[in-house]
Nanobody
Framework: QVQLVESGGGLVQPGGSLSLSCAASGSAFVIDVMGWYRQAPGKQRDLVAS???????NYADSVKSRFTISRDMAKNTVYLQMNNLKPEDTAVYYC????????????????WGQGTQVTVSS
């Protein structure tokens, strides 16, 4: 079991910056993948950025060069630094991780944070 506790989010003007944090329980064990998804009104939940335990990153094309994901392995914490925010970045952002294996579903167990609202508006 993994519990994800998010912090950050809020209202920011276009062009501004915001940083999100997500701390995972079970700090004694390495989580395979940690990342961030977002869901805007009327749209599906999509990957924003992720990072493996080995440091491999994956970004959505829409956020490359503006967002940076990082992990503190010792603290089991993932961060998302968001710069040059645009109104289209407005969404609920969800922390996510993969750890272990679910034999019933033939895929890793995945866990979600509660979500935090990011609103980019003048």
């Amino acid at each position: 079991q993994v519990q994800l506790v998010e912090s950050g989010g809020g209202l920011v003007q276009p062009g501004g910056s915001l940083s999100l944090s997500c701390a995972a329980s079970g700090s004694a064990f390495v989580i395979d993948v940690m990342g961030w998804y977002r869901q805007a009104p009327g749209k599906q939940r999509d990957l924003v950025a992720s990072m493996t335990r080995g440091g491999t990153t994956n970004y959505a094309d829409s956020v490359k060069s503006r967002f940076t994901i990082s992990r503190d392995m010792a603290k089991n914490t993932v961060y998302l630094q968001m710069n040059n925010l645009k109104p289209e970045d407005t969404a609920v952002y969800y922390c996510h991780c993969l750890k272990g294996w679910d034999p019933a579903r033939l895929r890793p167990y995945d866990y979600w944070g509660q979500g935090t609202q990011v609103t980019v508006s003048s």
